[in-house]
């Protein structure tokens, strides 16, 4: 059973720019959610896909988006960067079978705006 | 906001039972305590929950006080590589939600 993985590690992007993270979620997991989370904070949920549809949203402008595939991978995007959105964004996924309201959550992908 | 309070950081010496203390005064009958931790630079980790009942599991103990305002995490015997922030979370029962309400949460120092 593989755990979350997200992609890239790390990137630098220049403000204005247009990013797209990756995520695969853990195997048999339905449910996605993305969380942002700046340096010396606790995470923010910024959004949850289920079934290919965002069904949760926290409190993110609308150039945060996100998809959710068939096979509940997920991608997180973000337009016209700013610098405070440099940060570790997190994917997490949770669901299937056994379903105890855990959270397995992916290593992040760091991302840098200059 | 978070509807928890912890203290910024907290020392343990290696072996010793790591105590972690959570308020959640305003916390609602439908409500579940969950911890969870963040390991330097990775994504955190669920350590265990709670509604009422004190639970236990191999990574930890939570006992829930009787009104459920407050909350306490053990580790019993904490090693180096619990160094770590540990976050006390409430999050309503039904689980059609992933959204966890973060605050910053203890930090952890284990020493040798």
């Known amino acids: 059973e593989t755990g979350v993985t997200q992609s890239p590690t790390h990137l630098i992007k220049t403000r204005g720019q247009q990013v797209t993270l990756r995520c695969s979620s853990q195997?048999?997991?339905?449910?996605v959610s993305w969380y942002q989370q700046a340096l010396g904070q606790g995470p923010q949920f910024i959004f949850q896909?289920?079934?290919?549809?965002?069904?949760g949203r926290g409190n993110f402008p609308p150039r945060f988006s996100g998809l959710q595939f068939p096979n509940y991978s997920s991608e997180l995007n973000v337009n016209a960067l700013e610098l405070d959105d440099s940060a570790l964004y997190l994917c997490?996924?949770?669901?299937?079978?056994?379903?105890?309201?855990?959270?397995?959550f992916g290593e992040g992908s760091r991302l840098t705006v200059l | 906001d978070a509807k928890t309070t912890q203290p910024p950081s907290m020392d343990c010496a290696e072996g010793r039972a790591a105590n972690l203390p959570c308020n959640h005064s305003?916390?609602?009958?439908?409500?579940?305590v969950y911890w969870y931790r963040q390991i330097h630079s990775q994504g955190p980790q669920y350590i265990i929950h709670?509604?009422?009942n004190n639970e236990t599991n191999e990574m930890a103990s939570l006992i829930i006080t009787e009104d459920r305002k407050s909350s306490t995490l053990i580790l019993p015997h904490a090693t180096l590589r619990d160094t770590a922030v540990y976050y006390c979370?409430?999050?309503?029962?039904?689980?059609?939600?992933?959204?966890?309400?973060f605050g910053t949460g203890t930090r952890l120092q284990v020493f040798p």
């Open positions: 195997s048999g997991h339905n449910t």
């Open positions: 896909y289920y079934r290919e549809e965002e069904n």
């Open positions: 979370i409430v999050r309503p029962r039904a689980y059609n939600t992933d959204k966890l309400i």
């Open positions: 709670g509604l009422k």
């Open positions: 997490a996924s949770s669901g299937g079978l056994a379903n105890t309201g855990e959270l397995f």
């Open positions: 305003t916390i609602s009958g439908n409500e579940y």
